[in-house]
């Protein structure tokens, strides 16, 4: 596959917006794809908010498994992190989300109230493009205040949006990393959406997704597209497959692999394919663990 290798201008804005903007908030809420959260992870975050309260969202939870959001959550937990999973599309998460952040928050507005203070929660929303940051706070607030849209990059810059008379939200564009050393890491944010399609090979992308969930999950794969096997072993086959199950075939009987392709991206980011996340905390603390041992 191409190097992935996405840093536009708005990007390096993006950072230094987040590097300005951090004095003025009392937490950092990073939301990450469920299906992807090490992969969501921004490595300059790290850095950037090592002294700040922070709690992480595993946003389109529905579209993973229970058991591995679950997983996940026990993984930030040994960081000293806080997770939670969390649909932003469903009504109903508004209530837990504003009492997690006031949760989150609490010592340092009763460390102002002992002062006389009735002190304002500010907390900063952060995340890389399209796991969901402008639909959570627009959940939150009740109203949509902050700019949605179904593509990478929509969010450019911050704003401000007032949920009670104590608690602000900044919503900030998605800050995506100059380098994607991590190939791995660097397909699953290309298969959740979160780099543009229009820089990548589409039927590369698509083919390389299909062989991944072969090995992740077979046979909700072989039911969505009833003509894959497990005989085809290249990403190349399972693309070909595709089209034969949905009888995409142009005349001359040539594969029409470009339509296959964007059928396949858009029916697993819409979760129609698998409910599944693609990474694996366990797998995760030991890449970790191997690490700190050769430092």
């Given amino acids: 596959m191409q190097t992935i290798n996405w840093y536009p201008g708005h990007m390096a804005k993006a950072k230094r917006t987040l590097e300005d903007n951090i004095k003025l908030?009392?937490?950092?809420?990073?939301?990450?794809?469920?299906?992807?959260?090490?992969?969501?992870?921004n490595p300059d975050f790290e850095e950037l908010f090592r002294n700040k309260l922070r709690v992480v969202v595993l946003n389109k939870s529905d579209l993973s498994s229970k058991s591995q959001n679950k997983a996940w959550i026990a993984y930030f937990k040994q960081q000293g992190i806080t997770a939670v999973e969390l649909v932003s599309t469903n009504p109903s998460s508004r209530k837990n989300a504003i009492a997690l952040i006031?949760?989150?928050?609490?010592?340092?507005?009763k460390r102002f109230r002992d002062?006389?203070?009735?002190?304002?929660l500010r907390a900063m929303i952060v995340g890389v493009p399209n796991v969901g940051k402008s639909t959570f706070i627009n959940r939150i607030a009740g109203t949509a205040k902050a700019q949605v849209g179904d593509r990478p990059g929509v969010t450019r810059?911050?704003?401000?949006?007032?949920?009670?008379?104590?608690?602000?939200?900044?919503?900030?564009?998605?800050?995506?990393?100059?380098?994607?050393?991590?190939?791995?890491?660097?397909k699953h944010l290309a298969y959740i959406g979160s780099i543009r399609d229009d820089v990548?090979?589409?039927?590369?992308?698509?083919?390389?997704?299909?062989?991944?969930?072969?090995?992740?999950?077979?046979?909700?794969?072989t039911a969505r597209y009833k003509?894959?096997?497990?005989?085809?072993?290249?990403?190349?086959?399972?693309?070909?497959?595709?089209?034969?199950?949905?009888?995409?075939?142009?005349?001359?009987?040539?594969?029409?692999?470009?339509?296959a392709a964007r059928?396949?991206?858009?029916?697993?980011?819409?979760?129609?394919?698998?409910?599944?996340?693609?990474?694996?905390?366990?797998?995760?603390?030991?890449?970790?663990?191997?690490?700190?041992?050769?430092d």
């Fill in 263 to 294: 059928i396949v991206l858009d029916e697993y980011r819409a979760g129609k394919v698998a409910l599944i996340a693609l990474e694996d905390p366990v797998e995760a603390l030991k890449t970790e663990n191997s690490t700190e041992a050769d």
């Fill in 227 to 259: 003509k894959l096997t497990a005989d085809m072993k290249t990403p190349e086959e399972l693309l070909d497959g595709v089209c034969r199950s949905r009888g995409f075939i142009l005349s001359g009987g040539v594969l029409d692999t470009e339509r």
């Fill in 25 to 41: 908030v009392d937490m950092v809420i990073e939301i990450v794809d469920a299906r992807a959260p090490l992969a969501c992870r």
């Fill in 157 to 186: 810059s911050k704003q401000w949006v007032k949920v009670t008379d104590y608690l602000e939200l900044l919503d900030t564009p998605g800050l995506l990393w100059g380098k994607l050393e991590d190939e791995t890491l660097a």
């Fill in 102 to 109: 006031e949760r989150t928050g609490a010592e340092t507005v």
């Fill in 115 to 120: 002062k006389g203070i009735n002190k304002t």
């Fill in 200 to 221: 990548l090979d589409v039927e590369e992308l698509s083919a390389l997704l299909l062989y991944d969930l072969m090995q992740i999950c077979p046979e909700q794969l």
